[in-house]
């Protein structure tokens, strides 16, 4: 997805502010393409019949299926102009998620650190992961990098010059 005036800058977002994205129900070809993409074939995953040794008594999520998937609905939630995943300070993995479960996150700020005289920012982000039946399934926070509008004041700049340039 491309940045457009949607997206919103470091300087748009304050500590304490949230966000809950939209749901995603998790199916089986979502684990299995998981696990051939990853290559873990655990049977507790891909295997039905041995699943039902276990205290699950059926497949489970890879836990780092649903942390991936969550990060993909944190793109919305809210759609940031984000430059880098920089770090995970803690995770957390609460629950089982199973097939037909539907998922969601909630996003919110709980630190801001200002980078380059305002052109980017980090954000300490605690991210949260509920089920259907709003159980906590996932959650802790991770850090990102993220354009700040003065770097956008710095482009449209270059831009002019490039342009005086050309003319």
């Known amino acids: 997805m491309?940045?457009?005036?949607?997206?919103?800058f470091f300087d748009d977002v304050a500590v304490g502010q949230e966000?809950?994205?939209?749901?995603?129900?998790?199916?089986?070809?979502?684990?299995?393409g998981f696990a051939g993409l990853s290559g873990d074939f655990n049977p507790i995953h891909?295997?039905?019949?041995?699943?039902?040794?276990t205290p699950y008594r059926r497949p489970i999520a890879h836990g780092l299926?649903?942390?991936?998937?969550?990060?993909?609905?944190?793109?919305?939630a809210p759609p940031m102009r984000t430059l880098a995943f920089t770090k995970v300070c803690e995770w957390h993995f609460r629950e089982p998620v199973f097939i037909g479960d539907t998922i969601r996150c909630k996003a919110s700020v709980v630190g801001k650190t200002e980078?380059?005289?305002?052109?980017?920012?980090?954000?300490?982000?605690?991210?949260?992961?509920?089920?259907?039946?709003?159980?906590v399934v996932q959650d802790?926070?991770?850090?990102?990098?993220v354009e700040g509008r003065a770097a956008l004041n710095r482009h449209a700049s270059d831009d002019?010059?490039?342009?005086?340039?050309?003319?």
Not at 2 to 8: E, I, V
Not at 65 to 76: P, V
Not at 120 to 135: E, P, S
Not at 140 to 145: H, M
Request: proline share 0%; net charge positive.
């Open 46 to 53: 891909m295997d039905h019949e041995f699943a039902r040794t």
């Open 2 to 8: 491309s940045f457009t005036d949607h997206h919103l």
């Open 140 to 145: 802790g926070t991770i850090e990102t990098l």
């Open 65 to 76: 299926l649903i942390w991936s998937i969550a990060s993909g609905l944190g793109q919305h």
């Open 115 to 135: 980078r380059a005289r305002g052109r980017r920012g980090l954000i300490i982000w605690k991210r949260t992961v509920f089920n259907q039946a709003d159980h």
């Open 19 to 32: 966000w809950m994205s939209l749901g995603r129900t998790l199916t089986e070809a979502d684990i299995v």
């Open 160 to 167: 002019e010059q490039l342009k005086a340039i050309a003319g």
